[in-house]
């Protein structure tokens, strides 16, 4: 909030529909609900998501522990719905889509990270920075967590031959979370920029990890304020991003 001409008051409502809003909040309905530009909306709601993204500073040390269940998604539009001159002609599926590994612990905190590519090396490497050696490592059948015994105790389930769920193996939980930043993306964003995706999926995985219905609102606004300490970046910044 630093020399931000935007009132304290809109600041702390902003903060409020972040926090409530499931699915986000557009900077175009954030330009209506507070009355500023659409270009302020937009500045003033990366600035959030900037400081949804501060490492935590708790007993883990920011590590997910325990049982933790692991899956990557790609975000990104259908080839089908672009224009033809945006199409790559290039096969389906990850074609055109940035890829996102995503963690949670059983009855616990979620982390998310945009990743260049999902091959094993990428995708242990970060797994290793984000989940306590010697936690119960769940995932799906891809070859990338092959090796991950070594590290966890490493189970997954075979979701190409229609297996979901083998004994306490499964990935549902992860897999709600990518329903919802799902829902996000088509409902209210329609689409995300590469270079700002990370702040967008911070932004889902604090609202998530502070969204707990038994947790009071002004808490809950209180930890995001608490994430903010520090935390400054400016609009050159993010507009010359890489």
Not at 1 to 27: C, N, Q
Not at 177 to 195: M, Q, T
Request: charged share 25%; glycine share 10%.
């Amino acid at each position: 909030m630093e020399r931000s001409h935007i009132p304290l008051d809109k600041w702390l409502y902003t903060f409020y529909l972040v926090l409530t809003a499931r699915k986000g909040i557009s900077s175009l309905q954030l330009a209506k609900e507070i009355g500023i530009t659409q270009k302020s909306a937009w500045f003033l709601l990366q600035r959030i998501r900037e400081a949804c993204g501060k490492k935590d500073d708790d007993n883990q040390n920011g590590f997910l522990q325990g049982i933790v269940e692991a899956d990557e998604t790609y975000i990104g539009g259908k080839e089908a719905n672009k224009h033809e001159y945006k199409k790559l002609n290039a096969g389906r599926g990850a074609v055109g889509k940035i890829a996102v590994l995503g963690m949670r612990e059983r009855g616990g905190k979620v982390k998310g990270k945009v990743i260049a590519s999902t091959d094993a090396a990428t995708i242990q490497a970060t797994v290793i920075d984000s989940v306590i050696p010697g936690s119960t490592l769940f995932t799906d059948e891809h070859g990338s967590y092959i090796g991950m015994e070594t590290v966890y105790t490493h189970a997954s389930v075979n979701h190409s031959a229609k297996e979901f769920v083998t004994g306490m193996a499964h990935t549902n939980g992860i897999e709600s979370v990518w329903a919802v930043l799902k829902r996000g993306f088509y409902g209210v964003y329609h689409s995300f920029s590469e270079k700002h995706l990370q702040r967008y999926v911070d932004e889902f995985s604090f609202r998530l990890n502070e969204g707990n219905v038994k947790n009071h609102t002004m808490s809950r606004i209180d930890s995001l304020l608490g994430k903010s300490v520090g935390v400054r970046i400016t609009y050159r910044e993010l507009i010359h991003a890489v």
